[in-house]
């Protein structure tokens, strides 16, 4: 069989502001007899049906590729992204836990020596 290039013009191109390409122009895969350099009596049905049948797998393959290419990306985007959000969970989570403690035994603080500095004001009225 004659070997043959086929050659597909990409083009970059962003979906939620990942790289991707895209397939601008697919070559034409399916091939007659005469191009693929073989005798019809030489060769048999049997492998021409599969030279058929593979070109049309090729067609498929070219036209999946850019959709699995997405996927994958948008799959390592999504993974990274979610150990982001793992690793800022744990490390600001218990730093905010902490700070809003810290900020409630304050305030705490504050309302009872307010509450003793009302009764001590009182007590001098009284007094």
């Known amino acids: 069989w004659p070997a043959r290039e086929l050659k597909v013009e ?16 697919r070559p034409a895969v399916r091939r007659t007899l005469a191009a693929r350099g073989t005798a ?3 060769t048999g049905p049997a492998a021409e049906e599969t030279a058929s049948r593979f070109e049309t797998l090729i067609n498929l393959l070219l036209q999946a590729a850019p959709h699995e290419l997405l996927m994958r990306r948008l799959g390592e985007a999504l993974s990274q ?10 490390r600001v989570t218990p730093r905010l836990e902490h700070q809003i403690a810290t900020t409630r035994r304050t ?11 009302l009764r001590h004001l009182l ?3 009284k007094a």
């Open 123 to 125: 007590k001098r009225r």
């Open 10 to 25: 990409v083009r970059p191109a962003q979906v939620w502001g990942l790289a991707v390409t895209d397939l601008v122009e």
């Open 40 to 42: 019809p009596a030489l």
């Open 81 to 90: 992204t979610s150990r982001q959000v793992s690793s800022l969970e744990r």
């Open 107 to 117: 305030l705490d603080e504050r309302e009872r020596e307010e509450h003793l500095r």
